[in-house]
């Protein structure tokens, strides 16, 4: 602010206060609502942080268009965690003392939900998490809720469907490939698909993990191939996840199922850059447009949505993290109006205790915060030309397989014969 | 060929063909750090900016990423003189070029990749060619084009630069001024002139090595990082200051990277590729073809 | 103590190929002055490089003050009383000219020392070798801003802190007008009052000529004379190598 | 100043700054502190080798992150009291920087520089594929939910820790700058090879000097689990460490103690305010052209613009 307007902010500033002073009993249920997060808007994870915010924003204002909540206008006080995690206690710690908002929610991925999680724990405040996985499993903390549909033992329920798929292959698979990047979330699928691979009694013959800047994966796919695996399960993030798809192209990886954990097919922006390449691999959605009628309102979501991904150039789909993002302010909106407060124990009860009607369907918490029902699917890609986004707005590009009450088909086998 | 000399052919090819990129990369550094001693840190951001420059010709255009970055590289030859004149006048002219010079590349480094997050946000973006996804078999080699084209690129660019280094007058002015200042001044040339023109070369093979990288894998502003380790790396390794040594640096680091990932664990391979680095530093220091 | 205080046997040094000094024996006596000449590229750095530990020679022996310091490091040699000037002035340029004087005073001189100077000796030691070499008006000065002359009288002065038995004046002359080498020669020659031998290297004849009582000459890394200053400059091999046809 | 009067007033200081957690509740600047502190340590440890010796390390991060890492192991094994994690943290630090430096010290400079470079990235792929200490999927170490001395929070024995850390790094610091041995480390910074021949050990020296100055970047490290409870590799080697403890002292000065101090202070703070303010890119590019303007224009950074001054006013 420039020297200029000093005089007439400070005037603004008296006024607000005598008005204020005035008020001061009516005024207080008509002060704004503040809602206080880290988001990731530059960094590695910058472009899943600005989709989530946008979705958040929408929400912000459907909500205020409606009249806010409690009467109360909704305000985010929302800074930028770098996605890196060191800055995550002082964002928060600056929300809850300095700004004093009245809620808080998490940024994006599991790097950094946990590190504010001995601040929520302390000040025993409902956290409600988006995208993180498995943190609460060391933490244990009861106000913990947590958006992503992995189910109750999100290791084990993330990787189910695409050893469900394979289960139902005929002849049965023998041997299976596990590999992923070195990273937080690649290593947490892998730990769960092991489970899976002992309770099918398949037989482990490749069990490794590749650093995610590494430039050619094609060694990599050469040394499964040379195992002959009948399944290879890749858990990955979007730059490996590319070139790993890549490579397997490139080396004609023979297996007769491939892919499972892949970050990045999700949004638009790999689905596009891949284009055929992902024809014949499995891969776990949040949404495909052949189950649309099963996300009755996701519909009202996208339109809005994708309007406004498109102007502010983020992923312009959304079918994957910002309907979610949406979501967890729904089901935040829902259980303020419930328990009438901000009473952080009554919240945390009522989330518990209730189920929540959101944009991704029905939501309800087991006690350790995740999903009561794991809700991922398992699909397949197939059918993909060229490289054009809108495509994918078409139904029957993607598959799925799982879990029973969405599946659209079954698994179309060996992947090599359908990656053309 | 049965799988395991399979699995072993390919491993060299895939070796050998990463290292021609990583040549490629590195090729740069050996001019300024190895014969110029300008620690030039921000080598991997001006690759980015080239990697970029490819991208926008390549999205908008549809030009072939590769042939864009060798048209244009007069522009980094002059975006790298610019810059050396920068860095004479600030440091080398006050006799500060070791610590404030390296602060300063450092600078730059930021700057370059806070502006690419302006321009072109974080996401990852990739180039479209009409070989990326093409694979040329041989028996049971497989050669990908994506790294192919790249390759055979990156050796006329190399082997070119080493043949006008050791062929031309100015390649000997290049070689000599690391050495000796003094005596080019004897001889008429003005060394700060060579150097100036050297460094602007360096910057040039960046714009191409750029293009090569958006070929081979997608590209976010902030992966310049991750390159500055590997392409000191490969120029310490080799033996500074020699071309030759950086290409077979190149190559070293690139079968060890492939081998790595076939036989042991991918997961392994920068630990090999850099303690093979710390190796050398601690009992050849001058590298494998050090002068 | 009898015997010779420095004694270079059969020192040899190669670069690549290139025979740099072969098989040159090199003695001087306790507090004698001894004057090495040669043309450019005779080795005389290269023999004072490996006498000081910049370098390690590949054969022969170098004995110091009855010990074998062939193989140890430079600043070893230097504890032992060995001491020397650079040829370019490498003056510590952050430092003031006081306190260049006080790091060889500190590693070199008290290492070797009984009883070690304090702090405060060691600024008084220091500033009394600056009034020896004439620097005392400029201690406090940075010694990255001095003249060419004082750069040099500021090298000699940081020899002469570090307490030695010999030292190696490498080139401490060249450039310097007439009245300024006699300042330096004054200096080197009042170094004999001391019982400090020294090595001068030089290309001012007058002075090597006015200064040694002995003169050794290198040419192409041999040593082809040794001896009375006036009978080596009168040998006609000495004569067409060092001045020419 | 002499060096004991020197620590008496550095650990009064301290005290005084470890008091006010008694005055304000408001954590979030302890918080910020803790972080600004941290980087205080980091970039005086770094002038050690960097300003006093002139010696480049690239790998600061790595040495925090074996500070923080050997925490984690402490804490996996039999959840160690923190100051024993401070201790062996420190000391295991100082032992990496021990070897590192007797490999490679004898090299020219830039050499020590990549073997510094050379050492993160071989430290991050061991600690990617130590499952002990979580790998890549990254440890909880939760904080003990019995806060000791009476604090209020956990986070203010963490700051409390962090101001003594601090205060020892300065006092080591100014004690190193004002000895012999600093000296002797100026001399080599000058000129290595006159340095030696005036009887500097200079070997021995560098190795010192390494050792205690990694030591110190992994102390800075010791505490980093507990502030965050959730460490993994990227994060722990995160490259702003390495940045800014080289950004730090030049912005300050690296000639004395002081110009880390003030270096991190201010550029630690700027960050701090930057990023509950504009929030963007804007951060990064702040170090950047902060970098690139003092080493152009300010070579010897903020205490050099004080001395300059301080002389013209005497001449």
């Known amino acids: 602010m420039s020297i200029k307007y000093l005089p007439c902010f400070i005037g603004r500033m008296l006024g607000a206060l005598l008005v204020s002073l005035v008020l001061s009993g009516a005024a207080l249920a008509q002060q704004p609502l503040r809602i206080g997060f880290g988001m990731s808007q530059t960094g590695a994870l910058a472009g899943n942080g600005k989709a989530a915010l946008i979705s958040m924003e929408i929400w912000r204002d459907d909500v205020n268009a409606r009249g806010g909540i409690l009467g109360r206008k909704v305000e985010f006080v929302q800074y930028d965690d770098q996605t890196n995690p060191s800055t995550v206690p002082g964002l928060y710690t600056k929300l809850l003392d300095v700004d004093k908002v009245d809620l808080v929610v998490s940024g994006y991925g599991t790097a950094v939900i946990a590190p504010a999680m001995p601040l929520m724990m302390q000040r025993k405040l409902v956290f409600m998490s988006l995208f993180g996985l498995n943190v609460n499993s060391k933490f244990k903390y009861d106000r913990y809720f947590q958006i992503m549909p992995a189910g109750p033992d999100p290791a084990v329920d993330w990787t189910r469907g695409f050893f469900e798929a394979a289960a139902t292959l005929n002849p049965k698979p023998q041997s299976v490939a596990l590999v992923g990047a070195d990273a937080e979330y690649p290593h947490l699928a892998l730990e769960g698909a092991r489970e899976h691979v002992k309770r099918l009694g398949l037989k482990l013959v490749y069990d490794k993990t590749y650093p995610p800047n590494t430039v050619d994966y094609s060694p990599i796919v050469r040394a499964i191939q040379a195992t002959n695996p009948d399944l290879v399960y890749l858990a990955s993030y979007p730059p490996d996840s590319a070139g790993m798809v890549r490579a397997a192209s490139e080396v004609g990886l023979k297996t007769r199922m491939f892919g499972g954990g892949l970050v990045g097919p999700q949004f638009a922006a790999l689905k596009t850059q891949l284009g055929p390449l992902l024809n014949g691999i499995i891969n776990y959605e949040a949404y495909a447009p052949d189950v649309g009628a099963k996300f009755p309102f996701l519909d009202q979501f996208l339109a809005k949505y994708q309007a406004r991904a498109a102007k502010e150039g983020v992923d312009p789909l959304g079918f994957y993290l910002p309907p979610y993002a949406y979501a967890m302010m729904q089901v935040l909106e829902q259980a303020i109006k419930g328990t009438g407060g901000l009473d952080q124990g009554k919240l945390a009860e009522y989330m518990h205790k209730n189920s929540f009607d959101t944009f991704v369907g029905k939501v309800s918490f087991a006690s350790n915060g995740e999903w009561a029902q794991p809700r991922m699917m398992t699909v397949q890609y197939g059918g993909i030309a060229g490289n054009d986004v809108a495509q994918w707005k078409k139904s029957g590009l993607i598959t799925v397989l799982y879990p029973n009450e969405y599946k659209t088909g079954t698994v179309r086998a060996p992947y090599h014969e359908n990656r053309k | ?291 | 103590m009898a015997g010779p205080l420095l004694e270079v046997r059969g020192v040899t040094k190669n670069f690549g190929g290139f025979n740099a000094l072969e098989d040159i024996d090199f003695e001087v006596q306790p507090g004698e002055r001894v004057g090495l000449i040669g043309p450019n590229g005779s080795g005389k750095s290269t023999l004072v490089n490996c006498i000081c530990g910049s370098l390690r020679n590949d054969a022969g022996s170098i004995r110091f003050d009855g010990q074998e310091i062939g193989t140890q490091p430079a600043h070893r040699r230097i504890r032992l009383g060995l001491a020397r000037s650079f040829q370019i002035p490498r003056p510590f340029a952050s430092m003031s000219v006081l306190d260049n004087l006080r790091v060889p005073l500190l590693y070199a001189a008290n290492a070797r020392a009984q009883k070690k100077l304090s702090h405060g000796e060691v600024a008084a030691e220091a500033l009394r070798i600056l009034e020896q070499v004439g620097l005392a008006g400029k201690a406090r000065d940075t010694s990255g801003g001095l003249t060419q002359v004082d750069m040099r009288k500021l090298e000699l002065a940081r020899a002469m802190a570090s307490k030695p038995k010999l030292l190696i004046s490498d080139e401490a002359m060249a450039g310097l007008s007439a009245s300024e080498v006699d300042e330096i020669l004054a200096l080197l020659c009042g170094l004999k009052g001391l019982g400090v031998a020294v090595v001068m290297i030089e290309h001012v004849m007058r002075a090597v000529m006015k200064f040694s009582e002995r003169l050794a000459v290198l040419v192409a890394g041999r040593k082809i004379a040794d001896g009375d200053p006036q009978a080596v400059a009168g040998i006609p091999e000495v004569v067409k190598a060092y001045l020419g046809e | 100043m002499t060096n004991r009067v020197f620590a008496a007033v550095a650990f009064a200081v301290a005290i005084a700054f470890a008091a006010v957690t008694q005055l304000i509740s408001n954590e979030y600047y302890f918080t910020a502190a803790y972080t600004v502190l941290q980087f205080v340590i980091l970039a005086t440890a770094w002038n050690i080798l960097g300003g006093y010796t002139g010696y480049v390390n690239f790998g600061s991060a790595a040495f925090f992150a074996i500070g923080a890492y050997s925490s984690v192991v402490l804490y996996n094994a039999f959840k160690a009291p923190l100051p024993v994690m401070i201790v062996a943290g420190t000391l295991i630090a100082g032992l990496a920087g021990l070897g590192l430096g007797y490999l490679t010290l004898r090299l020219r400079g830039v050499f020590f520089a990549i073997a510094s470079l050379a050492l993160a990235v071989v430290l991050y792929t061991f600690v990617v594929n130590w499952d002990y200490v979580g790998g890549a999927r990254g440890a909880y170490v939760l904080q003990p939910s019995e806060v000791p001395f009476g604090l209020p929070r956990y986070v203010h024995l963490l700051y409390i820790a962090m101001v003594l850390m601090s205060a020892l790094a300065l006092i080591v610091a100014r004690t190193i700058e004002t000895s012999t041995l600093g000296r002797g480390l100026a001399a080599i910074r000058d000129d290595e090879l006159a340095a030696e021949c005036s009887g500097v050990p200079t070997l021995r020296l560098k190795i010192v000097s390494a050792s205690v100055s990694c030591a110190l970047m992994g102390m800075a490290g010791t505490t980093f689990p507990y502030f965050l409870s959730y460490v993994e590799p990227s994060s722990a080697f995160n490259l702003s460490y390495a940045v800014n403890s080289i950004a730090m002292p030049l912005i300050g000065g690296m000639m004395s103690w002081v110009g880390p101090l003030i270096g991190a202070v201010l550029l630690g703070s700027v960050q701090q305010l930057v990023q509950v303010t504009i929030s963007s890119a804007w951060n990064l590019l702040i170090v950047g052209v902060l970098l690139v303007a003092f080493v152009t224009l300010a070579p010897n950074g903020i205490m050099g613009w004080i001395d300059l001054w301080r002389r013209r006013g005497r001449g």
Not at chain 2, 160 to 183: E, I, K, M, N, Y
Not at chain 2, 247 to 264: D, I, N, Q, R
């Open chain 2, 1 to 291: 060929m049965d799988s395991t000399t399979a699995l072993f052919a390919n491993a060299i090819v895939a070796g050998l063909l990463l290292g021609g990129f990583y040549a490629a990369m590195s090729v740069g550094v050996s001019i300024s750090f190895g014969m110029l001693d300008v620690v030039n840190i921000a080598h991997p951001a001006f690759i980015l900016l080239g990697s970029y420059i490819a991208y926008t010709m390549n999205d908008r255009l549809g030009l072939d990423p590769i042939a864009v970055s060798v048209v244009l590289s007069p522009l980094f030859f002059v975006l790298g003189a610019g810059l050396y004149r920068v860095y004479y006048l600030c440091f080398e002219q006050r006799g500060q070029e070791s610590l404030r010079g390296l602060a300063f590349f450092f600078g730059i480094l930021f700057i370059t990749e806070v502006m690419l997050v302006l321009v072109f946000g974080v996401d990852y973006r990739m180039s479209k060619t009409a070989y990326a996804d093409t694979t040329w078999r041989l028996d049971a080699l497989d050669f990908p084009m994506r790294l192919v084209v790249p390759f055979l690129v990156s050796m006329l660019m190399v082997v070119g630069l080493q043949l006008f280094l050791s062929h031309t007058f100015f390649g000997r002015a290049v070689l000599a001024v690391a050495q000796d200042p003094l005596a080019l001044r004897l001889m008429g040339v003005n060394p700060i002139r060579v150097k100036e023109r050297a460094f602007a070369l360096s910057i040039a093979t960046a714009g191409v090595a750029g293009a090569f990288l958006i070929v081979i894998q997608p590209v976010q502003p902030a992966i310049g990082r991750e390159y500055i380790g590997l392409v000191f790396a490969v120029c310490v390794l080799g033996g500074m200051g020699s071309i030759w040594g950086t290409l077979l640096g190149a190559f070293v680091l690139g079968l060890a990277e492939s081998f790595t990932s076939t036989f042991f664990g991918p997961s392994w391979a920068p630990a090999v590729s850099f303690g093979l680095l710390l190796a050398t530093l601690a009992f050849r220091p001058a590298g494998l073809l050090g002068r």
